[in-house]
């Protein structure tokens, strides 16, 4: 269970059963600490003094608000209003849970609760494993298995000093450790430091105790859960017809698409329905709603309620973006870098003396190189602000004890300090700096803008700009889940994009239709927990027309060419 940005957290669940036989009064403790793979884990990387400046940007006025809408009323078209970094969540259960001030609260299963997990539902729901318990789906489901290369846990597990490339060996260390501790008891009670010394070295080697939460189950390869046969008018995959499906021990195992592949998603169709495949044009394999314009769906990952589109809905405003929307956007687009390396609400992203800092500043340059190239110069009328222009704008700690007369060495430290100090202007900028870059959104906005309005100058350079910036999103978005799946579910899958105007423009679009099915905006968490259409009253709709993008985002000019 990921809890977000409070990391480790008391739950106690009063969860009632439907199950006969079982307790409905059932009282179970929960104490849990797990690492996330989504960008709360990168939150918690801030300093408390930031991380308090990071809660109240993102929650205005959450203090005195109404306990049945803790994290504020309801907002027209989002479903997901009181989700986001450090906000609400719909109660799992039937619960008594703690609050961040202490106070225990017993709220009933789907009442909102003042509890950031890394999905809508929290705790976030478990979903059985049907690969380890084959028997327990019902009549109407299947088992959808996935499985990947094992990469194990060789070299995966961290060590003492905050590196990694330790291999755990639980069941040695088990062992080891109750005989560490007896003779650790003995050298204690000699006085034998030389002894103590040895062992606790030994241990370091073996046995590090930082490595021990990586157990064998954490690297299975292979994992399955129930899932319903899909119905009429949805979509599906058609099944292979030509090679039987094996079939283990206890019920088929695997189920085939058209190319002989295991599904890559559940979407096999009932047997006595047939899916009509992808070549049937008159109702090809899928069907989905389409993404209406000028929205940023709330969800529990990012904050989407700086919106650069509706912004200009707002303002009566035309299709593209304005130069001071435009500026604003690549803000947060300009401090893209991985978040688990360096967060940007930590004096580590911005210390210039340091790899990690130097790192930093190299891909800020490199995302203003690629802007400046696809820079729309002919539609916004003014140059793109200078990159010294453009750093002015960021919420640089950094930058700002250079100001006030520290040098680059004493900002090193002071930084570090000053993040720690209540209401100070070092813990404030870094307040900022989190919020700004958890604000995905506007990357995309500045994405779909440039290359909706790309001219006919320079156009080798634009779209090798647009295969660049492809790359630093696989390798620099600030999420890993995120960018992961950019790497593998776009990039590996098409190519990075093409050099034709339109092409670039093309392929953006597809590939934000692509990992927009994937996100938590519009699954309501991780895509592991929740499918497509099984949290409707949450889930938002994904695939935008082509159409409905190009009357959004592309600005016709006389200085460019619209066919």
């Given at each position: 269970m990921a809890v977000g940005l409070a990391r480790l957290m008391l739950t106690i669940s009063l969860a009632l059963s439907a199950r006969a036989g079982e307790d409905p009064n059932c009282l179970i403790q929960v104490q849990h600490e797990q690492k996330s793979s989504s960008p709360h884990e990168y939150y918690n990387k801030m300093t408390p003094a930031a991380l308090e400046i990071f809660r109240e940007l993102l929650n205005p006025g959450m203090a005195g608000a109404d306990p049945s809408y803790p994290c504020g009323g309801p907002i027209a078209d989002q479903k997901m209003y009181f989700a986001g970094p450090g906000r609400c969540s719909i109660a799992s259960a039937n619960m008594i849970y703690m609050m961040p001030n202490g106070t225990l609260t017993r709220k009933s299963k789907g009442e909102q609760i003042l509890m950031s997990c890394d999905d809508v539902m929290c705790p976030v729901p478990v979903i059985a494993d049907c690969y380890m318990s084959p028997e327990i789906c019902a009549e109407d489901e299947w088992c959808w298995i996935r499985q990947h290369e094992k990469w194990g846990a060789w070299a995966?597990?961290?060590?003492?000093?905050?590196?990694?490339?330790?291999?755990?060996?639980?069941?040695?260390?088990?062992?080891?450790?109750?005989?560490?501790?007896?003779?650790?008891?003995?050298?204690?009670?000699?006085n034998n430091i030389r002894r103590e010394e040895e062992l606790n070295k030994s241990r370091d080697i073996l046995c590090p105790s930082s490595s021990q939460?990586?157990?064998?189950?954490?690297?299975?390869?292979?994992?399955?859960?129930?899932?319903?046969?899909?119905?009429?008018?949805?979509?599906?995959?058609?099944?292979?017809?030509?090679?039987?499906?094996?079939?283990?021990?206890?019920?088929?195992?695997?189920k085939y698409d058209d190319q002989g592949f295991p599904m890559e998603r559940p979407l096999a169709c009932a047997p006595n329905l047939a899916c009509t495949g992808p070549k049937f044009n008159v109702l090809p394999s899928t069907c989905v709603q389409k993404r209406p314009q000028d929205i940023c769906y709330y969800g529990p990952w990012w904050d989407s309620s700086d919106c650069p589109r509706k912004k200009m809905k707002d303002q009566s405003q035309g299709p593209g973006l304005t130069y001071n929307v435009t500026v604003d956007a690549l803000i947060s687009a300009a401090m893209l870098f991985p978040g688990e390396i360096a967060w940007m609400g930590t004096c580590t992203y911005w210390d210039r003396t340091k790899a990690l800092g130097q790192a930093a500043l190299r891909v800020r340059k490199q995302v203003y190189k690629i802007a400046a190239t696809l820079w729309p110069m002919h539609v916004l009328k003014q140059p793109i602000p200078t990159f010294e222009e453009l750093s002015k704008l960021l919420p640089d700690p950094f930058e700002y004890l250079i100001s006030q007369g520290y040098t680059p060495e004493q900002a090193s430290i002071q930084c570090v300090k000053e993040s720690n100090k209540q209401r100070s202007e070092v813990a404030i900028l870094l307040g900022k700096a989190g919020v700004l870059s958890a604000q995905p959104n506007k990357v995309w906005s500045v994405v779909h803008f440039f290359t909706f309005n790309l001219d006919e100058k320079n156009g080798e350079s634009k779209g090798l700009a647009s295969q660049a910036l492809a790359s630093l999103l696989?390798?620099?978005?600030?999420?890993?889940?995120?960018?992961?799946?950019?790497?593998v579910g776009v990039i590996e899958q098409f190519g990075l994009p093409k050099m034709g105007k339109w092409e670039i423009a093309q392929w953006w679009h597809h590939a934000h239709n692509v990992a927009s099915e994937h996100v938590a905006t519009t699954r309501a968490g991780h895509p592991w927990i929740h499918q497509l259409d099984s949290l409707k009253e949450y889930q938002n709709p994904f695939y935008m027309s082509w159409e409905d993008a190009y009357q959004m985002w592309h600005v016709p000019t006389s200085d460019t060419t619209d066919d």
């Amino acid at each position: 269970m990921a809890v977000g940005l409070a990391r480790l957290m008391l739950t106690i669940s009063l969860a009632l059963s439907a199950r006969a036989g079982e307790d409905p009064n059932c009282l179970i403790q929960v104490q849990h600490e797990q690492k996330s793979s989504s960008p709360h884990e990168y939150y918690n990387k801030m300093t408390p003094a930031a991380l308090e400046i990071f809660r109240e940007l993102l929650n205005p006025g959450m203090a005195g608000a109404d306990p049945s809408y803790p994290c504020g009323g309801p907002i027209a078209d989002q479903k997901m209003y009181f989700a986001g970094p450090g906000r609400c969540s719909i109660a799992s259960a039937n619960m008594i849970y703690m609050m961040p001030n202490g106070t225990l609260t017993r709220k009933s299963k789907g009442e909102q609760i003042l509890m950031s997990c890394d999905d809508v539902m929290c705790p976030v729901p478990v979903i059985a494993d049907c690969y380890m318990s084959p028997e327990i789906c019902a009549e109407d489901e299947w088992c959808w298995i996935r499985q990947h290369e094992k990469w194990g846990a060789w070299a995966m597990g961290p060590l003492m000093n905050g590196t990694f490339g330790h291999t755990p060996d639980t069941e040695y260390c088990d062992q080891f450790m109750k005989s560490y501790a007896r003779a650790l008891a003995r050298a204690q009670q000699a006085n034998n430091i030389r002894r103590e010394e040895e062992l606790n070295k030994s241990r370091d080697i073996l046995c590090p105790s930082s490595s021990q939460v990586f157990g064998d189950n954490a690297w299975r390869p292979i994992r399955g859960q129930c899932v319903p046969y899909r119905k009429e008018q949805q979509s599906c995959f058609q099944q292979q017809d030509l090679a039987p499906t094996f079939t283990g021990n206890m019920m088929p195992r695997y189920k085939y698409d058209d190319q002989g592949f295991p599904m890559e998603r559940p979407l096999a169709c009932a047997p006595n329905l047939a899916c009509t495949g992808p070549k049937f044009n008159v109702l090809p394999s899928t069907c989905v709603q389409k993404r209406p314009q000028d929205i940023c769906y709330y969800g529990p990952w990012w904050d989407s309620s700086d919106c650069p589109r509706k912004k200009m809905k707002d303002q009566s405003q035309g299709p593209g973006l304005t130069y001071n929307v435009t500026v604003d956007a690549l803000i947060s687009a300009a401090m893209l870098f991985p978040g688990e390396i360096a967060w940007m609400g930590t004096c580590t992203y911005w210390d210039r003396t340091k790899a990690l800092g130097q790192a930093a500043l190299r891909v800020r340059k490199q995302v203003y190189k690629i802007a400046a190239t696809l820079w729309p110069m002919h539609v916004l009328k003014q140059p793109i602000p200078t990159f010294e222009e453009l750093s002015k704008l960021l919420p640089d700690p950094f930058e700002y004890l250079i100001s006030q007369g520290y040098t680059p060495e004493q900002a090193s430290i002071q930084c570090v300090k000053e993040s720690n100090k209540q209401r100070s202007e070092v813990a404030i900028l870094l307040g900022k700096a989190g919020v700004l870059s958890a604000q995905p959104n506007k990357v995309w906005s500045v994405v779909h803008f440039f290359t909706f309005n790309l001219d006919e100058k320079n156009g080798e350079s634009k779209g090798l700009a647009s295969q660049a910036l492809a790359s630093l999103l696989a390798q620099n978005f600030w999420c890993n889940d995120c960018r992961s799946f950019f790497e593998v579910g776009v990039i590996e899958q098409f190519g990075l994009p093409k050099m034709g105007k339109w092409e670039i423009a093309q392929w953006w679009h597809h590939a934000h239709n692509v990992a927009s099915e994937h996100v938590a905006t519009t699954r309501a968490g991780h895509p592991w927990i929740h499918q497509l259409d099984s949290l409707k009253e949450y889930q938002n709709p994904f695939y935008m027309s082509w159409e409905d993008a190009y009357q959004m985002w592309h600005v016709p000019t006389s200085d460019t060419t619209d066919d």
